[in-house]
């Protein structure tokens, strides 16, 4: 289905690319009588405009005039400038000059919200430090875990076996022991 | 770019004068109507245009030929009007002087008088659409001058204007429709006939 306001761009680009030309748009803008006129009339507007332009040149005598103001204007340009002149090379100092005056646009409302962020910041830094002097906060004790190294003094078990000579008995306790100790008693009784 | 062009280029480039000036012969004329159009003052037009030409001596030897000439005069001539724009003297001339101004913009043009009818006929075109498109904000002007005078694609514009391409359409077309309203265009029968006839 044909719809007026979707051609009306189309209409407007066809109308200015076709000042020169005596051309017809396409057969389904012309299938409508409104896109029709529409499109006769800025073509019309734009040749108009086409010839007015054409013109409002200035006449012949203008243009030495123009060139010769022109020329000296250069002429005067060159003699302050020398022309041109090929870019130097930075130096430090310059560029930093240049860092110190540089400005870059920034938008109102990036201002603005910087600002205000820098606002809120502030009163609340100043708010924090009032509560803090005001009334101090009695922090409850904390129990630290803290694992240190304590030296120990290590007891160790040593089983030492000790052999012990043993010296023989004398004479009378063997003869004794042979006996069983049967004449022990009466010898001394 | 012709042989001629790129020797006087680099004649230009050596800080030679006369070389320079003869380009700008090549392409003033061109210049200036743009300015003519974007100012609608001759006497900005004039001052527009020669900043364009001292700017354009200035960084000549900034030129590399990876475009052509006038492209890079057009940029030139278009950063020029956008920072123009920028300045309020420019503007306040703007508002206080713009039909004197375009009465004495077109009693300067260059239109034939053999038949005075058609003169004065002619003048008053001239006149209306200078003043439709002093209806127009500078920038709006500028694309569609760019558009229509230049033959400019909407992206070839964008780029140069910084804009959107869907702005540089909405500027052209409101130019467009400034323009109809204000040379109040009547659609001539014969424009019709063929569709009336059932061609198309």
Redesign the interface.
């Known amino acids: 289905m044909h719809n007026c306001n979707a051609t ?2 189309y209409l ?1 680009e066809l ?2 690319s076709q000042t020169d030309q005596n051309q ?1 748009p396409p ?1 389904e803008f ?2 409508c009588s409104t896109c ?2 529409e499109f ?3 073509r ?3 040749r ?6 054409h ?6 005598t ?2 030495s005039g ?2 010769e ?3 000296e ?3 005067r ?2 003699r302050h ?6 870019p130097t090379r930075p130096d430090l100092a310059g560029w930093l000059r240049r860092l110190a005056s540089a400005s870059i646009p920034v938008p109102v409302p990036v201002v603005a919200g910087l600002f205000v962020f820098f606002a809120l910041s502030i009163l609340l830094m100043m708010h924090s430090g009032q509560s803090s002097s005001a009334e101090p906060i009695l922090t409850p004790p904390s129990v630290i875990t803290k694992t240190i190294e304590v030296p120990v003094v290590h007891e160790r078990l040593v089983t030492r076996v000790v052999y012990r000579r043993i010296p023989a008995p004398p004479p009378n306790l063997v003869s004794r022991a042979r006996d069983g100790g049967k004449n022990c008693g009466v010898s001394a009784i | 770019m012709t042989e001629n062009e790129a020797e006087l280029i680099k004649r230009a480039q050596a800080a030679d004068t006369d070389a320079f000036c003869e380009l700008a012969g090549r392409y003033e004329r061109r210049i200036y109507s743009l300015a003519l159009h974007y100012s609608h003052d001759p006497q900005d037009a004039e001052d527009l245009s020669q900043e364009v030409w001292l700017k354009a001596y200035q960084a000549i030897g900034t030129f590399r030929g990876e475009s052509g000439f006038y492209t890079w005069i057009r940029r030139i001539t278009i950063n020029c009007f956008l920072n123009r724009q920028r300045t309020s003297l420019f503007r306040l001339r703007k508002e206080t002087g713009q039909l004197t101004d375009v009465q004495a913009a077109s009693e300067q043009t260059a239109i034939p008088v053999f038949n005075v009818e058609s003169a004065l006929n002619n003048r008053i075109l001239v006149a209306n659409v200078m003043r439709a498109l002093a209806q127009l904000t500078p920038r709006q002007r500028l694309i569609f001058l760019l558009k229509h005078h230049e033959g400019m694609t909407y992206e070839e514009i964008a780029a140069a204007v910084g804009c959107s391409t869907g702005t540089a359409k909405k500027a052209v077309a409101r130019a467009l429709w400034k323009l109809r309203e204000q040379l109040d265009v009547e659609v001539p029968p014969a424009e019709c006939v063929p569709c009336a006839a059932g061609e198309y």
């Open positions: 009306k761009n407007i109308a200015i017809f057969a012309l299938t029709r006129e006769a009339a800025l019309n507007a734009s108009a405009t086409k010839a007015a332009i013109l409002a040149q200035p006449a012949e203008f243009w123009y060139h103001r022109l020329a204007r250069l002429a340009d060159s400038s020398n022309g041109w002149l090929p």
